[in-house]
């Protein structure tokens, strides 16, 4: 679909005057609004979150994922790169690489077996002199010029990002200082990958992004965060953002809950109904991993990528849009080469608070499916994301906010010049 100019985008966002407080239903539905993301924000000056490198350890190894709904793989060389590919063939543009792992001496295209080094340069065109003496590629036919294309590839630790953009700057500077922190603090040591899960939604990508920011749903929706007082509001914590609010971390610190139960009480919150127990408590033990308290971080990046800390529940979430209304969320679950078997059993047993089926993370699975049925026949309808005031700024102190929603909507608007 052709990229609209920026008027007509703009007209037919409609969005509702300058602020960020205020999102039309439209956004989530409109396909050419999609289409204009694939180009504007995950061809835009982003860095998309692929995978970690440690996924492909030797050389040949690859994984084939997506930048935006735009086919990519992400192989290691001979010289120990790594190299993100978009995955489509210089001749009728098959796809190369078709299944979601492989080890391989060259890329094949199955179609009509073109070949490409593990940098995405054509090396092979089958019959290109023709057979016997007859038919094949036109003598100037230049191999240069006709590989995979290679995207701009930056890690920061063991994860991997790439761009579209000659643009944007450095993934540090991308990041920024606070951001990098973080990232450090999670998964800045030697990780291990224990698992993956994966899971279809139907609700546009960004109804996910935005309940992934939203640290004021958390204790309210989630009925076991409330009851089993691992998320509150009420405990120490606070909402960090970044330059122009397009990166987040939500974090909080369950030893300060010191009010939870009289402020969560008599309150009417359904995440409260009482009468819950755990059959067997040894499902939320933890042992206190981080020095400066946190129990609870959720960082997003823009546009799509997530780093998850609850308890020792570490994991790595990428949102991948699958046409307007769908989206596909990948987990990466990790430990650490260092876990003690205990620790490793721990972080296993935490796992259930959170994936498609998590006891945390299954009403997330849901809600924006919900959200998705109930507005897309309203369109100029919009929402109201005005808890913690309309502004875009940092919020030590309180996650009764909205703000980092405000802040991704920010950033999109930005880069959708809308
Ligand atoms: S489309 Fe790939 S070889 Fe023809
Ligand atoms: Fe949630």
Same mark, same amino acid.
């Given at each position: 679909?052709? =990229? +609209?100019?920026?008027? #007509? $985008? #703009? +007209?037919? =966002? *409609?969005w509702p005057g300058q602020g960020v407080h205020r999102v039309p239903y439209r956004v989530y539905t409109d396909p050419e609004i999609y289409a204009a993301e694939q180009? @504007?924000?995950?061809?835009?000056? =982003? %860095?998309?979150? $692929? *995978?970690? !490198? #440690?996924?492909v350890p030797a050389a040949g190894d690859y994984v084939t994922r997506h930048i935006g709904d735009t086919p990519v793989v992400m192989v290691r060389d001979q010289d120990g790169g790594i190299n993100v590919l978009v995955n489509r063939c210089g001749h009728r543009g098959n796809l190369v690489c078709t299944r979601t792992s492989g080890r391989a001496e060259h890329l094949t295209c199955v179609y009509h077996n073109w070949l490409y080094d593990l940098k995405g340069n054509l090396t092979s065109v089958a019959f290109r002199r023709g057979v016997a003496g007859k038919g094949g590629m036109p003598d100037d036919f230049d191999m240069a010029g006709h590989g995979?294309?290679? $995207?701009?590839? !930056?890690?920061?630790? &063991?994860? =991997?990002?790439a761009t579209f953009s000659d643009e944007v700057a450095p993934l540090s500077d991308y990041l920024g200082a606070e951001m990098r922190a973080n990232i450090e603090r999670v998964v800045g040591r030697r990780m291990c990958l224990l698992g993956t899960h994966a899971q279809y939604m139907p609700n546009n990508w960004k109804l996910y992004m935005e309940n992934v920011r939203d640290s004021y749903h958390a204790s309210l929706l989630h009925m076991f965060?409330? !009851?089993? @007082?691992?998320?509150?509001? /009420?405990? &120490?914590?606070?909402?960090? $953002?970044? &330059?122009?609010?397009w990166h987040h971390i939500s974090y909080s610190k369950e030893a300060t809950d010191r009010q939870g139960d009289e402020t969560y009480g008599g309150k009417k919150l359904r995440a409260m109904d009482q009468g819950f127990e755990l059959a067997d408590p040894s499902l939320i033990a933890r042992w206190q991993e981080y020095p400066c308290g946190t129990t609870l971080a959720i960082q997003s990046i823009f546009p799509n990528f997530i780093v998850q800390q609850i308890y020792n529940s570490i994991a790595l979430r990428l949102c991948v849009p699958k046409g307007p209304e769908n989206c596909e969320l990948m987990w990466w679950v990790l430990g650490c080469e260092d876990d /003690?078997? !205990?620790?490793? +059993?721990?972080r296993i047993v935490q796992s259930n608070m959170i994936g498609p089926a998590g006891l945390i993370s299954m009403e997330d699975g849901v809600v924006g499916g919900w959200v998705q049925r109930a507005t897309r026949n309203d369109g100029d309808e919009t929402t109201v994301l005005e808890m913690g005031g309309r502004d875009v700024a940092p919020s030590e102190g309180s996650r009764a906010t909205e703000v980092s929603i405000r802040g991704f909507w920010?950033? %999109?608007? #930005?880069?959708m010049a809308v």
């Open positions: 679909m052709a =990229v +609209q100019s920026a008027q #007509s $985008l #703009s +007209q037919r =966002v *409609g180009h @504007r924000l995950f061809r835009g000056p =982003v %860095w998309n979150f $692929l *995978g970690m !490198a #440690s996924e995979m294309p290679r $995207l701009r590839t !930056a890690t920061f630790h &063991d994860l =991997v990002f965060q409330a !009851a089993f @007082r691992i998320n509150r509001l /009420t405990m &120490d914590g606070g909402v960090r $953002l970044s &330059d122009g609010g /003690t078997e !205990a620790q490793r +059993q721990i920010n950033g %999109w608007r #930005s880069l």
